[in-house]
């Protein structure tokens, strides 16, 4: 996304952002157009935001401190359909505008100006290195922001206040791979760095300012290792602690202080660490059912 430093409220001035919303995904064997929130500062369990405009799975989210998009997913057929929502109500999603082409399971990152969402699948056995923008304030079509290093699929995104990172994926085999582009400007990702091991499908979000983690995924089987990246400069992930539950597919988001691991592998599980600090997970609530391939988001 890209970065006015104009917009960014600094985190000692307490940029509002309170709630994660958690929305769509694969449960009990279909598609879902449940949205769900959680007051991020406190725990307990998920209450109903509203619905999507179609039941879908394989949606990636992005926001500003006001709205939330979600873009791509699988509904009967793999749709380049961007909705949004207005995160400090609650209420139906409405339609943005459409992505540059029609994919599943892409990453998305944003600068709170600027929403992109990274590679993806078209179902033709191989993931795609389409990376696409849109203004989140406006409404409208997305435009080329530039390609991936790799074509991927099951990636996932987290942010700073000028870098998106999309970490991980599956290219045929799962990937370690890591890789950041500038969200003010466009063009092409550059390599980032290495994951702590090789998976796809993991949960990521940030601080919305330099530390990201990287929670859960596969790498031959579920795991529940979470990774630690400073996303202001590049190098490779570090070991942060664990989830509570090895899963892959869940969504993640986060405000500040707390980064939530929200689902996966049909888990109705919700984990939070503090950001900040390193160590393992500590339960936060749960979802109104366990799920996956979820898209998630913050904001106020």
């Known amino acids: 996304m890209a970065f006015d430093a104009s917009t960014w409220m600094t985190p000692s001035g307490g940029d509002d952002i309170t709630r994660a919303v958690n929305a769509g ?55 380049d359909v961007i909705q949004y929502i207005t995160v400090a109500s609650t209420g139906n999603a409405s339609d943005f505008g459409n992505l540059t082409q029609a994919r599943r399971d892409s990453g998305a990152v944003d600068n709170k100006v600027r929403g992109a ?40 995104g987290c942010s700073g206040t000028a870098r998106g990172v999309f970490c991980g994926g599956y290219d045929g085999s799962r990937s370690n791979v890591m890789m950041y582009i500038t969200l003010a400007s ?18 990521a979000t940030s601080d919305q300012e330099a530390r990201g983690v990287i929670g859960g995924g596969n790498d031959n089987s579920d ?25 892959n597919g ?3 988001a986060a405000d500040h202080t707390r980064a939530l691991f929200t689902g996966g592998g049909n888990h109705d599980i919700i984990d939070y ?7 393992n997970a500590s339960d936060f609530g749960n979802l109104s059912v366990g799920g996956a391939e979820y898209g998630s988001l913050s904001g106020g």
């Open 25 to 79: 995904g694969y449960v009990s064997s279909a598609n879902v157009d449940v949205m769900e929130y959680v007051t991020i500062a406190s725990t307990g369990n998920v209450t109903d935001f509203g619905n999507l405009i179609a039941a879908v799975r394989g949606i990636a989210g992005c926001s500003n401190i006001t709205r939330g998009c979600f873009g791509s997913g699988i509904t009967s057929g793999y749709i």
């Open 117 to 156: 969402w990274g590679t993806g699948y078209t179902g033709n056995g191989e993931g795609v290195n389409t990376i696409d923008y849109v203004t989140i304030a406006s409404t409208g079509n997305a435009s080329d922001f530039g390609d991936a290093t790799v074509a991927y699929r099951d990636t996932f």
């Open 186 to 203: 466009t063009g092409n990702a550059t390599d980032f760095g290495n994951l702590t091991a090789p998976k796809f499908s993991v949960q």
């Open 223 to 247: 795991i529940n290792n979470i990774d630690l990246i400073n996303i202001a400069s590049a190098g490779n992930a570090t070991d942060f602690g664990d989830l509570t539950q090895a899963r």
């Open 250 to 252: 869940g969504g993640a």
């Open 273 to 279: 660490v503090t950001i900040a600090t390193t160590g």
